[in-house]
């Protein structure tokens, strides 16, 4: 798992570990590491360091004075380095002279424009973790520049005008083509990662002195070690019995997928409860199907809400299905019925559950989402005592502890009318196998980005429907236990 830290936790850690080392020592040690990074860039795309154009954009203090120690780094391998002092008076004074030793040549920000096209390389230490808002100008101007003339930005520590807690970006900003970070990874990195492109983390020794993570990332591991798998001892009941209440008659391919998706993640069992049972049985014969939920069998988990509608008929399935009192999911007409009907809330605050909202879903349950994703989920979830997992391209899940996941997908071939039907089908899976709430959440997250970039065919792939991601899920589930 990848962990994050908020900037806060960030400085405070640095300044315990700053007091304990020698004076400059840290800056070298992260400036040496990105200088690491920046010659493997030009190797790469330029293939070689000596004699390659490198500009630096160099803001007020430590930003900017990582810029310059890295700097003078590339200028011992032979790259001819430009800095680009954007506050010429507030500097880092050792940096800026370490640079100058080094051959480094300085030109004002009104003459860099040329300069900046001609390069091989920029280097973005314009503000730090410190920093908030949009680039002024000519920060601002310099960066459109770059990104004209087709020149490949490195960031250092988070792309500049991207906050480094929320990920909001402002305009102008930095897109950056590769982000080297110090000391532990960022919010921002999972949040914006359009913007900060491959992170590549600095040891600089900060670990000891870092609190628990505000913010976690899944890999392939994390999930494949925790994806059911039958073993010689398992039949259909110990594997987890899902049942699926979802659809109707209007909306008949709600249930396909929800149902389809419980099947696909190797449930045990599945059982479905709706008036459309009769389309399930023709895509899905395995599935014990019944007309109401009250007709159903036991379960160790449910899945409520996609295409049931929000009258009474589906008023009437949520609460027979949170009146079996085993953990569920809550997605679509469910989450509705539940913001606007308070004996329904008081119900699912009573029960491990996983709600699911896009945006607009999740407005209805706790006001607007607003510029902070992860603490809009927080707070969510603190409020209605469940776990939130916040659909977008960058999926947020958080339970009632505090505890975040955020996981940016791959690609947005997952954005597809019927999508989140097959996202609550696996979740509702993973509750009835045993998961914790949180993991079940996050595990199917992860897996249903996954689902959709191999059925595009990868981030260059083709467009594709829901039913082509359900397709998709058996292979997605072989993907991450290999990487166990």
Same mark, same amino acid.
């Given at each position: ?38 010659? /493997? ?6 293939? %070689? ?54 051959? %480094? ?29 949009? #680039? ?19 960031? $250092? ?16 900003? $930095? ?9 532990? !990874? ?22 000891? !002195? ?40 209007? !909306? ?34 395995? $599935? ?23 009258? @009474? ?16 999911? #809550? ?33 209805? #349950? ?21 776990? $939130? ?26 954005? @597809? ?39 595009? /065919? ?27």
């Amino acid at each position: 798992m990848r962990r994050m830290w908020a900037s806060q936790r960030i400085r405070a850690a640095e300044d315990v570990l700053l007091a304990r080392t020698p004076e400059g020592a840290l800056m070298r040690r992260a400036a040496y590491g990105l200088s690491v990074h920046a010659a /493997g860039m030009l190797r790469e795309r330029s293939g %070689g360091v000596a004699g390659r154009r490198v500009v630096l954009l160099v803001g007020a203090g430590n930003n900017g004075g990582d810029a310059l120690w890295a700097g003078m780094e590339l200028r011992r391998r032979g790259a001819g380095v430009t800095a680009v002092l954007l506050a010429p008076d507030r500097a880092h004074p050792a940096g800026l002279a370490a640079f100058r030793k080094a051959g %480094g040549r300085l030109t004002a920000a009104a003459d860099a424009a040329a300069g900046i096209a001609a390069a091989h390389l920029v280097i973005d230490g314009i503000v730090g973790i410190s920093g908030s808002g949009p #680039l002024r100008d000519p920060a601002g101007a310099l960066v459109a520049e770059a990104d004209e003339a087709g020149v490949p930005i490195l960031a $250092v520590d988070l792309p500049s005008g991207v906050d480094p807690d929320t990920g909001e970006v402002h305009e102008p900003s $930095v897109r950056a083509a590769e982000t080297v970070t110090f000391g532990g !990874y960022k919010p921002v990195h999972a949040l914006a990662p359009s913007r900060c492109g491959p992170v590549h983390l600095v040891d600089i020794g900060l670990d000891p !002195y870092l609190p628990d993570p505000d913010v976690w990332r899944l890999d392939a591991e994390d999930v494949g070690r925790r994806w059911p798998v039958p073993g010689p001892a398992d039949d259909k009941y110990s594997q987890g019995v899902v049942g699926v209440a979802a659809g109707s008659q209007v !909306y008949p391919g709600a249930a396909v997928l929800a149902t389809g998706a419980a099947v696909a993640a190797t449930s045990g069992m599945v059982r479905f409860a709706g008036s459309a049972a009769e389309e399930v049985l023709r895509h899905w014969p395995e $599935v014990v199907a019944a007309g109401s939920v009250a007709d159903s069998g036991r379960t160790q988990a449910w899945t409520v809400g996609p295409g049931v509608g929000t009258g @009474t008929s589906g008023r009437d399935t949520v609460a027979a299905v949170l009146d079996r009192s085993v953990p569920v999911c #809550l997605d679509a007409d469910a989450i509705t019925l539940v913001a606007s009907t308070p004996d329904l809330a008081d119900a699912a605050a009573e029960l491990p559950v996983v709600f699911t909202p896009h945006d607009r879903e999740f407005a209805r #349950l706790a006001g607007e989402v607003g510029r902070d994703r992860v603490g809009a989920a927080r707070r969510a979830a603190a409020k209605l005592h469940a776990t $939130v997992l916040l659909k977008g391209n960058v999926t947020v899940v958080a339970d009632q502890d505090g505890r975040v996941l955020a996981h940016p997908a791959p690609t947005s071939w997952a954005a @597809t009318a019927g999508s989140g039907d097959v996202l609550s089908g696996l979740v509702g899976a993973l509750l009835a196998a045993g998961l914790q709430p949180w993991w079940a959440a996050g595990c199917a997250a992860y897996l249903h980005s996954t689902a959709a970039s191999l059925a595009a /065919g990868g981030s260059v792939g083709a467009p594709i429907g829901a039913s082509a991601l359900l397709a998709a899920v058996p292979d997605a589930i072989r993907h991450v236990r290999a990487c166990c």
